[in-house]
């Protein structure tokens, strides 16, 4: 009779990092539809089929649970919503108005009353955890030096005005997008997007080389 293979290392691995993955979803789901605070050790495995041994074996304590959320799954997703995508663009201030649509126009009221997860949690933490403020203003001056980086491509191909200062354009990219979630959020009404969307397109048009301004 042959014996059973050990299991290898590999394997091994693969598992930890499949349990990780796992854990950091549901913490994120969790996270996102009821706050860090409200949200328990308990309620964040009721969405897996995980025990605490294996929660706890990759992350010390709920705050650890959500530093990982914010460094693995909150920045990564601004980034994969707001700046990768502009890669397809060339003209950078087109692919903002359009990503502005699609993730924020086209998105369900239902989906846009919890808020942006970026946002909601630096209301939330950045008051109460050194530790939480310090990622979280990581993951803000990401999201702007990857939008400055597009604005730049846009200055070197010529759609952008050589006066105009990445990183100022980046940072009005990002409040305007926190402060539009942030406003629908609270209203429960997106009807005030078109509104949004006119403006940022008039500030563009002021910036740009092919782009004429609303109502011209």
């Not at 980034?79 to 993730?103: C, H, K, M, Y």
Request: with cysteine; hydrophobic share 40%.
């Amino acid at each position: 009779m042959k014996k059973r293979a050990k299991s290898t290392g590999r394997k091994k691995t693969r598992n930890l990092v499949e349990t990780r993955a796992a854990i950091l979803t549901a913490a994120f789901e969790e996270i996102y539809a009821n706050g860090f605070h409200a949200s328990s050790i308990d309620a964040i495995l009721e969405r897996t089929n995980l025990t605490k041994g294996a929660l706890f074996h990759q992350f010390a304590s709920k705050l650890d649970l959500g530093y990982a959320v914010v460094d693995e799954v909150v920045s990564p997703m601004s980034l994969a919503r707001w700046v990768t995508p502009l890669s397809a663009f060339d003209d950078p201030f087109e692919g903002i108005v359009q990503l502005v649509e699609r993730n924020i126009v086209e998105a369900p009221q239902a989906s846009l009353n919890l808020g942006c997860p970026l946002g909601n949690l630096i209301q939330e933490m950045s008051n109460g955890d050194q530790e939480f403020r310090r990622r979280l203003r990581r993951c803000i001056e990401v999201w702007i030096e990857g939008v400055a980086e597009h604005i730049e491509r846009g200055r070197v191909s010529g759609h952008v005005h050589q006066s105009a200062k990445p990183r100022a354009v980046a940072q009005y990219v990002v409040v305007a997008i926190e402060g539009a979630f942030t406003v629908i959020k609270g209203l429960r009404d997106k009807s005030v997007v078109p509104t949004f969307v006119s403006s940022m397109r008039t500030y563009f048009a002021a910036l740009s080389t092919t782009q004429t301004r609303p109502g011209m």
